[in-house]
């Protein structure tokens, strides 16, 4: 099976401007969580989607918004960038209802300048 | 709420001495844990579960609940073995769905 993939890669934007990322999860996987991770905060949960809908979501401001396709494609946005959200967004699907076990993309590097 | 601690930032050991990365947890529930493995340039991926009882790569991980602790041993490092490490729990936090919570990261550097 195909892994999980993110794109873009690599992003460079400026503050105030607003960035939409991509993530296919691993086929047959319904559900997809995005974390940010920086290096003083390591992993933050963001948000999971499973079936097109948010089942949980972090403590992150409402800039940062994300939605699921009908073939569980995912994607996150974030609106009004900070030079702060500079991080690797990551993506990352599991098979069932209930998480366990994830499988993560590559990661997409945010820079805002 | 659900919570995952692991004290260290950073372990240094030399190559051939025992490993411990530590971690503990807060959670009401019966848990499930996993140990994720982050090499460098590489994403992360699953080390190891405790309902598995298994042994990866020499590392095992033992489930205490007493203790609430779910500490990652290797009797002998490796070189290889130098990456960042995320303990992390499966838990239901109250509302919505199950969700994985992750430390916040044990990064291992093996001397040689």
């Known amino acids: 099976k195909a892994g999980v993939t993110q794109t873009p890669r690599y992003l460079i934007k400026t503050r105030g401007q607003q960035v939409t990322l991509s993530c296919s999860p691993i086929?047959?996987?319904?559900?997809v969580s995005w974390y940010q991770q920086t290096p003083g905060q390591g992993l933050q949960f963001l948000f999971e989607?499973?079936?097109?809908?948010?089942?949980n979501k972090g403590n992150f401001p409402g800039r940062f918004s994300g939605r699921q396709f009908s073939n569980s494609r995912s994607e996150m946005n974030v609106s009004t960038l900070e030079l702060g959200d500079s991080a690797l967004y990551l993506c990352?699907?599991?098979?069932?209802?209930?998480?366990?076990?994830?499988?993560f993309g590559p990661g997409t590097r945010l820079t805002v300048t | 709420a659900q919570r995952v601690t692991q004290p260290e930032k950073l372990l240094s050991v030399f190559k051939g001495a025992p490993v411990e990365l530590k971690c503990n947890y807060s959670?009401?529930?019966?848990?499930?844990l996993f140990w994720y493995v982050q090499y460098s340039r590489q994403r992360l991926q699953l080390l190891l579960r405790?309902?598995s009882r298994e042994s990866i790569k020499g590392f095992t991980a033992d489930l205490n609940k007493g203790e609430t602790s779910f500490h990652l041993k290797k009797p002998f490092a490796q070189e290889e073995d130098s990456a960042m490490y995320y303990c992390?729990?499966?838990?239901?936090?109250?509302?919505?769905?199950?969700?994985?919570?992750f430390g916040k990261g044990t990064k291992l550097s093996v001397i040689p």
């Open positions: 990352a699907s599991s098979s069932g209802t209930i998480i366990r076990e994830q499988y």
């Open positions: 086929s047959g996987h319904r559900s």
């Open positions: 989607y499973f079936s097109e809908t948010q089942r």
């Open positions: 959670y009401s529930g019966s848990p499930e």
């Open positions: 405790h309902i």
């Open positions: 992390a729990l499966s838990g239901f936090p109250g509302a919505g769905s199950y969700q994985l919570t």
